[in-house]
């Protein structure tokens, strides 16, 4: 049964880095699928954030681009989020989610618990 | 640049029948798939749509989606309205390798 699990400080300061890992389990992150970050800010919508495949080619978000890196560790089975230069508005819960899109279908078939994250001065 | 764009909210009584429109701007609705998600309050999304109407397994086939392309929209329809249906429904779709959520329709069944 694949499962994705968040990990990584839920507080971060005011022009800091967000680093989160997500760890994958019950199925290989070198297989044919994208993996991604989406987040949610208390009581708004989904966000995507990025979508990373084995190779390490990336999408972003044209909005967050120039603040966001994606790594993968195959080897570890999980992959990675650096977010720079954090405001408040960075606060949201954080998906990570399997991303279909190369796999013959489209969907985000399956994400993790989410790991809400605050960045606070 | 392509968006999504929902009605904020709609209600509907247990047993009857609801849809939620995606409406797409900038583009062709019909050039990419459209996925919907359900997400309950403190819990993931989870995938009752995919491919413009494709249900997973495990979804009841109370829901169904389409593709209208003379309006630009996708709909989600949700026949035998149930309790357990309330909920936000999100419209997505890829495009051009990013993707891109609707705003999100809060469904209450009352």
């Known amino acids: 049964q694949l499962q994705l699990q968040e990990s990584g400080p839920r507080l971060v300061k005011t022009s800091e880095t967000l680093s989160l890992t997500c760890t994958v389990s019950?199925?290989?992150?070198?297989?044919?699928?994208?993996w991604a970050w989406i987040r949610q800010a208390p009581g708004k919508g989904l966000e995507w954030v990025g979508s990373?495949?084995?190779?390490?080619?990336?999408y972003y978000n044209p909005s967050l681009e120039s603040r966001v890196t994606m790594s993968i560790d195959t080897s570890r089975n999980q992959f990675s989020l650096k977010m720079i230069s954090v405001t408040a508005a960075d606060t949201a819960v954080y998906y990570c989610?399997?991303?279909?899109?190369?796999?013959?279908?489209?969907?985000?078939?399956?994400w993790g618990q989410g790991t809400m994250v605050t960045v606070s001065s | 640049n392509f968006m999504l764009t929902q009605p904020h909210s709609v209600s509907e009584s247990p047993d009857k029948t609801i849809t939620i429109s995606c409406t797409g701007s900038g583009g062709s609705i019909a050039d990419n798939h459209v996925q919907w998600y359900q997400q309950r309050p403190g819990s993931a999304p989870t995938t009752v749509i995919y491919e413009d109407k494709r249900r997973p397994s495990g979804v009841p086939d109370r829901f169904s989606g389409s593709i209208d392309t003379s309006s630009n929209s996708a709909s989600l329809t949700i026949s035998g309205l149930k309790t357990e249906d309330e909920a936000v429904y999100y419209c997505?779709?890829?495009?051009?390798?990013?993707?891109?959520f609707g705003g999100g329709t809060k469904l209450t069944v009352l």
């Open positions: 990373i495949y084995q190779t390490g080619y990336t």
């Open positions: 997505q779709s890829y495009v051009r390798g990013i993707v891109i």
């Open positions: 019950g199925h290989s992150i070198s297989s044919a699928y994208y």
């Open positions: 989610v399997r991303d279909s899109r190369v796999s013959g279908y489209y969907d985000l078939d399956y």
